[in-house]
T-cell receptor, first 110, second 116 residues
């Protein structure tokens, strides 16, 4: 079983739609969780951290469920510019090492 | 702005060649990392370094070595390139971690290496 699993998609949604991605992780000792965004042929960039209480940044909401070992990302009012691959990333301690999911591709269409 | 630069965006090499990939960061970060990214496999850690002249194996170090002679520079070396090392190589850097806390990793633009 992969340490971090994501549905690869693609998720094709119309502009203005709400879309949600889930990610599961296998290491129950994982400490911190993140969503990174990667545009086509570009490097990954941190989108947001994920906290147990849930956190929101504009149109983006991230949630963590430790009991079920999954994290989620909700995007409201999708924009064309949201089209990208979203990487679920887990930090399990020790030297700033991260474990990356394979990513979920989002395509927002007119 | 943090800047991580990589020596080449695209590189084509032949099987058996020795290949050097260079990474430089300008933010005085202690930690530096080399990943490869392949379709369906995501980013996988090859090697990382906490300090000058210090290196640690990641998840897939076989066929690779690294060098960190200066704080700002971290080199990935393919001793004898093989076709299965055709991939996108990404370098990243971050501040040192204390008490198991995570510091954001900043990535370079990547080098797409093709081994023929």
């Amino acid at each position: 079983r992969k340490e971090v699993e994501q549905d690869p998609g693609p998720f094709n949604v119309p502009e203005g739609a709400t879309v949600a991605f889930n990610c599961t992780y296998s290491n129950s000792a994982s400490q911190s969780f993140f969503w990174y965004r990667q545009d086509c042929r570009k490097e990954p960039k941190l989108l947001m951290s994920v906290y147990s209480s849930g956190n929101e940044d504009g149109r983006f909401t991230a949630q963590l469920n430790r009991a079920s070992q999954y994290i989620s990302l909700l995007i409201r009012d999708s924009k064309l510019s949201d089209s990208a691959t979203y990487l679920c990333v887990v930090f399990s301690g020790g030297g700033n090492k991260l474990t990356f999911g394979t990513g979920t591709q989002l395509k927002v269409e007119l | 702005d943090v800047k991580v630069t990589q020596s080449s965006r695209y590189l084509v090499k032949r099987t058996g060649e020795k290949v050097f990939l260079e990474c430089v960061q300008d933010m005085d970060h202690e930690n530096m990392f080399w990943y490869r990214q392949d379709p369906g496999l995501g980013l996988r850690l090859i090697y990382f370094s906490y300090d000058v002249k210090m290196k640690e194996k990641g998840d897939i170090p076989e066929g690779y070595s690294v060098s960190r002679e200066k704080k700002e520079r971290f080199s990935l070396i393919l001793e004898s390139a093989s076709t299965n090392q055709t991939s996108m190589y990404l370098c990243a850097s971050s501040l040192a971690s204390a008490d198991q806390l995570y510091n954001e990793q900043f990535f370079g633009p990547g080098t797409r290496l093709t081994v023929l």
